[in-house]
């Protein structure tokens, strides 16, 4: 599973960017209630940001929203005393939350705590906050799964309170930071860090001005986190740009139309690649006939779309790849890491013999029930057990109940755990099994020691263990394609 490509979304001008925001907003919410409760969401401050809740609020859609099945949480907090009228949580008070009144319940609105004596500093309130998220985490998560996390961003390019060149960008473990020197005003500020940010199920960043138009388009070129933190902001399985004329001003073409495609790039450096990544996918498309996608498999992957699931699946000829990998170690039994929507799982699954098996590791609950209901349609049910909660738990527990050992593991989950992950595949895998890890290059920043994704950080402590492990021979094989620069690892069990 690679990292969504961001999608652009021009309007008009600021007013038309934050009513359409919150018309998405509102029918993301109503939607979303059809099937999940509670729903999370992030609010930002800034000038789009409360505008939009301003829009939320004077919008009659807002009474088609179950608010009490609603959680409000906010991405940055200038600390500030309680009720100043800087704060991002007053100023959405005074936009939205106000106008709701017992629509929404108290207990779903969670600020971060404002300075007062239990509360003297801003380390303090981070710590608190963090606690918070925990409390409402699902599962053993550390936070909760936001469904949609608003962010509003500077001209200097920062999101929430992240700025270019600051600590808090390289925040891997804490959930929430202080900053003390904020080179907006105030300087005292509180923030979600990345790892929060990108675990979110969709990031909209909502941007207008020209003064915004340099950053937006460094963001959208895959800048350096450091410099352009907004280049780092992703959604699991959305990345929105919502944006402004003005904003959109110096994205190549002056809109989407031409804008690149940031893909899987990580940041590390400024693509400049977008004729090669149009050749990447003019070869997928030529070779489309050798690889030869079968009806069912698309069935699969539409009706994962149609449920809307992240279009991170792999691509149809790296499907065909796992086919082949399968069938030539002449595999029965396969683990797959990271379920999604079914598709890698149909590639596998239809490779075996039918006394043959895949068991599917998926956390979320949603994306399971998608993938075992199109399997089911495919006539592959009986081949492929779903087994839905965080991968290690499941990984943990086949190993204790003594699993009959996999021909073949595929490892496309959360990069964070990947060395966890693969030290239990390799445990639970025959010899001659193969294991194969996707998106270990991530266009390129793996080589990158200091880089300040967690995800890219993930991969590279895996590479080391399955460097340093005797149990198994290795290589890695960048890739290049419809997916945009990226690559696998392929251990074999000695
Ligand atoms: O200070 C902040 O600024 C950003 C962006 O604000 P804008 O007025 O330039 O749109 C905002 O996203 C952030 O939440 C806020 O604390």
Redesign the pocket.
């Given at each position: 599973m690679s990292t969504p490509t961001p999608e652009i979304l021009v309007h008009p001008d600021a007013d038309v960017l934050a009513a359409a925001t919150a018309a998405r907003l509102l029918t993301r919410l109503v939607d979303l209630q059809s099937h999940r409760s509670p729903v999370h969401v992030v609010l930002?401050?800034?000038?789009?940001?409360i505008a939009t809740l301003r829009a939320v609020a004077q919008s009659p859609v807002r009474d088609a929203v179950d608010w009490s099945g609603v959680h409000l949480w906010w991405?940055?907090e200038?600390f500030l005393p309680d009720g100043d009228p800087d704060r991002?949580e007053t100023q959405a008070r005074a936009a939205l939350l106000d106008a709701l009144g017992e629509a929404l319940p108290a207990g779903n609105v969670h600020p971060f705590p404002a300075p007062c004596a239990d509360v003297p500093d801003g380390e303090t309130s981070a710590r608190r906050y963090a606690a918070e998220l925990r409390a409402h985490a699902g599962g053993d998560g550390l936070a909760p799964r936001f469904d949609v996390l608003l962010?509003?961003?500077?001209p200097d390019g920062?999101?929430?309170?992240l700025f270019p060149g600051h600590a808090a960008l390289f925040e891997a473990s804490s959930l929430v930071a202080a900053e003390h020197d904020s080179p907006?005003a105030p300087s005292e500020r509180v923030t979600l860090t990345f790892p929060v940010i990108r675990s979110a199920r969709e990031v909209w960043v909502v941007a207008a001005g020209a003064e915004k138009a340099p950053a937006v388009a460094r963001a959208l070129a895959g800048d350096d986190v450091r410099t352009t933190p907004a280049a780092g902001a992703t959604g699991t399985g959305r990345t929105l740009w919502l944006v402004d004329v003005a904003a959109a001003a110096q994205l190549p073409g002056g809109g989407p139309g031409s804008a690149p495609a940031p893909g899987s790039s990580e940041g590390l450096r400024p693509r400049s690649a977008s004729s090669a990544e149009r050749a990447w996918a003019a070869v997928d498309a030529f070779v489309a006939p050798l690889v030869d996608e079968p009806q069912t498999a698309r069935d699969v992957q539409a009706a994962a779309s149609d449920a809307g699931l992240p279009d991170i699946a792999v691509s149809a000829a790296q499907g065909r790849l796992l086919e082949l990998l399968a069938r030539s170690v002449g595999a029965r039994r396969i683990l797959e890491i990271g379920t999604l929507g079914g598709y890698s799982t149909w590639w596998l699954a239809q490779s075996l013999p039918t006394d043959g098996r895949v068991v599917s590791l998926e956390l979320e609950p949603d994306h399971a029930a998608v993938a075992s209901a199109s399997l089911a349609a495919t006539g592959l049910g009986d081949r492929v057990e779903v087994l839905v909660g965080p991968a290690l738990a499941s990984l943990d527990a086949l190993v204790a109940a003594g699993s009959e050992p996999f021909d073949l593991v595929f490892v496309d989950a959360d990069k964070q755990q990947l060395a966890a992950y693969t030290d239990r595949a390799i445990t639970l895998s025959r010899p001659g099994a193969l294991v194969m890890v996707d998106n270990v290059v991530r266009g390129g920043a793996v080589t990158d020691a200091d880089h300040p994704d967690d995800r890219v950080q993930g991969v590279r402590t895996f590479l080391a263990a399955a460097a340093a492990d005797e149990r198994v021979d290795g290589t890695v094989v960048q890739t290049v394609g419809e997916k945009g620069y990226d690559g696998f690892a392929l251990l074999r069990v000695r």
């Open positions: 930002t401050g800034g000038t789009v940001g991405g940055d200038r991002n962010l509003g961003m500077g920062h999101v929430a309170s907006k």
